[in-house]
C-alpha cells in the first residue's frame, strides 16, 4: 500500500549507543519531516527536507542527524543516545505543489524508542 | 512565533452526543491553514479535517465540522453523533509561512458507551 513506512516500530538503546530510524514513501513527495512526539506536547519538528539532497533543522534538532539521498527515503541518525531522547518519532511527508492537497501530510506509524 | 493552544487535556462525551474540542492559536499572519488530526490508539495520525484561513465558510467532513473565529483566532472542531470509534488523542495544528506546523498539545477524547 502506498504511505509512508518507518522502521523499526519499537527500540531499546543504551546510553551513547547509535542507531538509524528508517522512513521511506512511495508517493513521490519531495517534502519529508521528522517529528518527535512526547507526553502532554505537540509534535516538535527536528529536521524536515524539501527534496533530494536538501535538509534543513527544525526545532529540536540538537541529537540528531538527517541525509535525503533519493526522493524516496529519510533515515534519522541518534549518533549517541541520550535519556531525554526517549520519545516516539513520526516520519511524515506531502507533496510541495501549490495545490491545497499539498498542506496534508502523510504520517508513517510511529517508532517508539527508549533509551536506558 | 506562532503557538497553538489546547486547554482541555481531556474530554468525555456520551455515545450519539455532540462535542466540541477547543484550539486556539496566535499569528500575525493572515493566510494560513488549520487541521485537526486524529491519533488513536494505533498512534497513527490521521488528518480529520482543514480549513484555509482565506475560506470564511467552516469545513466540514461528515460528522466533523469546525467553527473557525479568525478574528478570535479560534478554531474548534465539533464531532457529532460520537462514536466509539471516535475515541482518540485530537490536535490541532497550525501551518505557518514557512510550510511548517505547528502543534497543540492535544486532547485526549474519552466516548462512554
Known amino acids: 500500500n502506498a504511505g509512508v513506512t518507518q522502521t523499526p516500530k519499537f527500540q531499546v538503546l543504551k546510553t551513547g549507543q547509535s542507531m538509524t530510524l528508517q522512513c521511506a514513501q512511495d508517493?513521490?513527495?519531495?517534502?519529508m519531516s521528522w517529528y518527535r512526539q512526547d507526553p502532554g506536547m505537540g509534535l516538535r519538528l527536528i529536521h524536515y527536507?524539501?527534496?533530494?539532497?536538501?535538509?534543513d533543522q527544525g526545532e529540536v534538532p540538537n541529537g540528531y542527524n538527517v541525509s535525503r539521498s533519493t526522493t524516496e527515503d529519510f533515515p534519522l541518525r541518534l549518533l549517541s543516545a541520550a535519556p531525554s531522547q526517549t520519545s516516539v518519532y513520526f516520519c511524515?511527508?506531502?507533496?510541495?505543489?501549490?495545490?491545497?492537497?499539498?498542506?496534508?501530510?502523510?504520517f508513517g506509524a510511529g517508532s517508539r524508542l527508549t533509551v536506558l | 512565533a506562532q503557538t497553538v493552544t489546547q486547554s482541555q487535556p481531556e474530554m468525555s462525551v456520551q455515545e450519539a452526543e455532540t462535542v466540541t474540542l477547543s484550539c486556539t492559536y496566535d499569528?500575525?499572519?493572515?493566510?494560513?491553514?488549520l487541521f485537526w488530526y486524529k491519533q488513536p490508539p494505533s498512534r497513527q495520525m490521521i488528518l480529520v479535517i482543514r480549513?484555509?484561513?482565506?475560506k470564511q465558510q467552516n469545513a466540514t467532513e461528515n460528522r466533523f465540522s469546525v467553527n473557525f473565529q479568525k478574528a478570535a483566532k479560534s478554531f474548534s472542531l465539533k464531532i457529532s453523533d460520537s462514536q466509539l470509534g471516535d475515541a482518540a488523542m485530537y490536535f490541532c495544528?497550525?501551518?505557518?509561512?514557512?510550510?511548517?506546523?505547528?502543534w497543540g498539545a492535544g486532547t485526549k477524547l474519552i466516548i462512554k458507551p
Open positions: 499569528t500575525s499572519e493572515s493566510d494560513y491553514y
Open positions: 511524515a511527508s506531502k507533496e510541495t505543489s501549490l495545490s491545497s492537497g499539498a498542506n496534508v501530510l502523510t
Open positions: 495544528a497550525y501551518r505557518d509561512s514557512n510550510y511548517q506546523l505547528i
Open positions: 480549513q484555509e484561513a482565506y
Open positions: 527536507s524539501v527534496g533530494a539532497g536538501i535538509t
Open positions: 508517493m513521490n513527495h519531495e517534502y
